[in-house]
C-alpha cells in the first residue's frame, strides 16, 4: 500500500496524534516507511518530537528483546546439555559392568553415539536460534536506518537542538 498523506498512515497505525507515537507503534511506523512517498514521510518525522531518540530507544527495545530471548534459551540450552551429560554417564557405568555381552556394549554404544547426535542437533539449533535473532536485530537496525536515510533524505534533523549540533 501506498500512502498519499498522514491520515491513511495514522489510520493504519490507529493512532490519533504522531506527538504521543509509543514505542512499538514507532516500530511499525518504521517498518512501513517504504510504504510512503518521501514527502509524506518527512511531513510526519518533522512532528516527532525528537526523531533521534524515538530511533535510538526503540532500537535498544529490540535490542533488550533479542538478549532476553538469546538468554533464556541459552538457561534452557544448558539443562539440555546436563541431561544429556547425566545420560552419557549413565551409559559409561553401565559399559563398565561385568558380564557384558559383545552385543550389549554394541547397543551401549549405539546409545551412547545417539545421545551424542541428539545433543548436537541440539546445540546447532540454539546456534541456529541466535543467528536469527541476531539477523533480525541487525536487520531491523539497518532497515530503519536505511529506510530513514533513503526516503528522508536527510532534509530531518535526528534530534532536537540546534542545527549546527547534527
Same mark, same amino acid.
Request: glycine residues 8%; hydrophobic residues 40%; neutral net charge.
Given at each position: 500500500?501506498?500512502?498519499?498523506?498522514?491520515?491513511?498512515?495514522?489510520?493504519?497505525?490507529?493512532?490519533?496524534?504522531?506527538?504521543?507515537?509509543?514505542?512499538?507503534?514507532?516500530?511499525?511506523?518504521?517498518?512501513?516507511?517504504?510504504?510512503?512517498s518521501k514527502e509524506v514521510a518527512i511531513k510526519v518525522v518533522e512532528q516527532f518530537p525528537d526523531f533521534k531518540s524515538l530511533v535510538l530507544d526503540?532500537?535498544?527495545?529490540?535490542?533488550?528483546?533479542?538478549?532476553?530471548?538469546?538468554?533464556?534459551?541459552?538457561?534452557?540450552?544448558?539443562?539440555?546439555?546436563?541431561?544429556? !551429560?547425566?545420560?552419557?554417564?549413565?551409559? /559409561?557405568?553401565? +559399559?563398565?559392568?561385568? /558380564?557384558?555381552?559383545?552385543?550389549?556394549?554394541?547397543?551401549? +554404544?549405539?546409545?551412547?553415539?545417539?545421545?551424542?547426535?541428539?545433543? !548436537? +542437533?541440539?546445540?546447532?539449533?540454539?546456534?541456529?536460534?541466535?543467528?536469527?535473532?541476531?539477523?533480525?536485530?541487525? /536487520?531491523?537496525?539497518?532497515?530503519?536506518?536505511?529506510? !530513514?536515510?533513503?526516503?528522508?533524505?536527510?532534509?530531518?534533523?535526528?534530534?532536537?537542538?540546534?542545527?549546527?549540533?547534527?
Amino acid at each position: 500500500m501506498n500512502f498519499k498523506n498522514e491520515e491513511e498512515i495514522k489510520q493504519k497505525m490507529g493512532i490519533e496524534s504522531w506527538r504521543n507515537l509509543s514505542r512499538e507503534k514507532f516500530l511499525t511506523f518504521v517498518s512501513e516507511l517504504p510504504n510512503m512517498s518521501k514527502e509524506v514521510a518527512i511531513k510526519v518525522v518533522e512532528q516527532f518530537p525528537d526523531f533521534k531518540s524515538l530511533v535510538l530507544d526503540s532500537l535498544d527495545h529490540v535490542h533488550e528483546q533479542a538478549t532476553g530471548a538469546v538468554a533464556i534459551n541459552w538457561k534452557s540450552q544448558k539443562k539440555v546439555h546436563k541431561a544429556f !551429560a547425566e545420560y552419557r554417564g549413565i551409559l /559409561g557405568r553401565e +559399559l563398565d559392568r561385568d /558380564g557384558l555381552t559383545s552385543e550389549d556394549r554394541f547397543r551401549i +554404544l549405539g546409545m551412547l553415539r545417539e545421545a551424542i547426535e541428539k545433543e !548436537a +542437533l541440539k546445540d546447532s539449533e540454539h546456534k541456529a536460534f541466535v543467528y536469527k535473532v541476531v539477523t533480525t536485530v541487525a /536487520g531491523f537496525a539497518l532497515a530503519g536506518a536505511a529506510a !530513514a536515510a533513503t526516503i528522508l533524505g536527510g532534509n530531518v534533523r535526528m534530534g532536537g537542538g540546534d542545527p549546527k549540533d547534527t
